[in-house]
């Protein structure tokens, strides 16, 4: 049975992780000992030292996550015209993209696939 761990899914600045790896390339510590030392993964070590070397600092800032496109606009209860056309031309590009994909609209506004 493996250890507990206290956090899950803890996001590291690039300043935390640049501290991290240079316990390696600086400090020479082994991937396990830091490993255990800051109770992260060996391989979030060996990637994030990947990339240091490959981008240097700019490798090793968290890149954004793209999210629900229509947020923004579900979340407010009075739109603005240009707000709404923005909105209904971002659905409509969904649902051009859905179909390219192969899938239909049902009445409830659910995606089926089918088969071409």
Same mark, same amino acid.
């Given at each position: 049975? *493996?250890?507990? +761990?206290?956090? +899950? /899914? ?6 935390? @992780? !640049? ?5 390696? #390339?600086? &400090? ?18 060996? /990637?994030?030292? @990947? @990339?240091? %070397?490959?981008?240097?600092?700019? *490798? #090793?800032? /968290?890149?954004? %996550?793209? *999210?629900?496109? !229509? ?6 209860? &009075? !739109?603005? %015209?240009?707000?709404? !056309?923005?909105?209904? &031309?971002?659905? #409509?590009?969904?649902? /051009?993209?859905? #179909? ?17």
């Amino acid at each position: 049975m *493996g250890r507990i +761990r206290k956090e +899950r /899914n803890r996001i590291w600045s690039a300043d935390d @992780k !640049l501290k991290i790896i240079n316990e390696n #390339l600086i &400090n020479f510590k082994s991937t396990p000992q830091i490993s255990k030392e800051y109770d992260i993964s060996q391989g979030m070590i060996i /990637n994030s030292i @990947k @990339k240091y %070397k490959e981008f240097g600092y700019d *490798g #090793l800032v /968290n890149k954004k %996550k793209p *999210g629900n496109p !229509l947020a923004k606009y579900s979340s407010k209860k &009075n !739109l603005t %015209k240009e707000e709404q !056309l923005e909105y209904d &031309n971002m659905k #409509l590009r969904i649902e /051009n993209e859905m #179909l390219k994909k192969g899938f239909l609209t049902k009445e409830d506004g659910t995606y089926v696939k089918f088969m071409k």
